[in-house]
């Protein structure tokens, strides 16, 4: 019976450190809303060809659209392999268009545990799931709907 009971036990903890160890990545990365005058939606699509573009549309919302900027001259790599690659400026043109009449253009800094900027969101508000990976790189797998949308 004892043995049973520290097998139990042995388990419970065995679970609990591989669920600590795989959740460690989450959360170490957040959004910040970046220093006045850093940047703007207008930089952004001006210099459109200096970043690796991602966007997401929120599947039976319509309208909640979230876009990421990667820098492309840096060491960090945001991996966004479940949204969609922006590939010319007319798809750039027409989702910025559509958020900008919804007025979703708060811009977020995407940043590591020791405020490394990983790249730059913008949406209409900041609800991200993402995982770091390493202090290079970003897992980001969805863009969360608001609450109160339809």
Request: hydrophobic share 40%.
């Amino acid at each position: 019976m004892n043995i049973k009971r520290y097998m139990g036990l042995v388990g419970i903890a065995f679970t609990w450190l591989i669920l600590v160890y795989g959740c460690a990545g989450f959360y170490q990365y957040s959004l910040k809303k970046p220093a006045e005058g850093e940047i703007s939606i207008e930089n952004l699509e001006a210099n459109w060809t200096d970043y690796f573009i991602y966007y997401t549309k929120v599947r039976g919302y319509t309208g909640n659209t979230a876009l990421i900027f990667d820098p492309k001259n840096d060491d960090k790599v945001i991996n966004a392999k479940y949204w969609t690659k922006v590939l010319n400026d007319q798809t750039l043109s027409n989702i910025m268009a559509m958020m900008k009449s919804k007025g979703y253009t708060n811009i977020y800094r995407i940043v590591g545990p020791e405020g490394q900027l990983f790249g730059y969101m913008v949406a209409d508000r900041c609800l991200l799931v993402a995982r770091l990976v390493d202090e290079k790189t970003l897992d980001v797998y969805d863009f969360v709907p608001p609450p109160d949308t339809p």
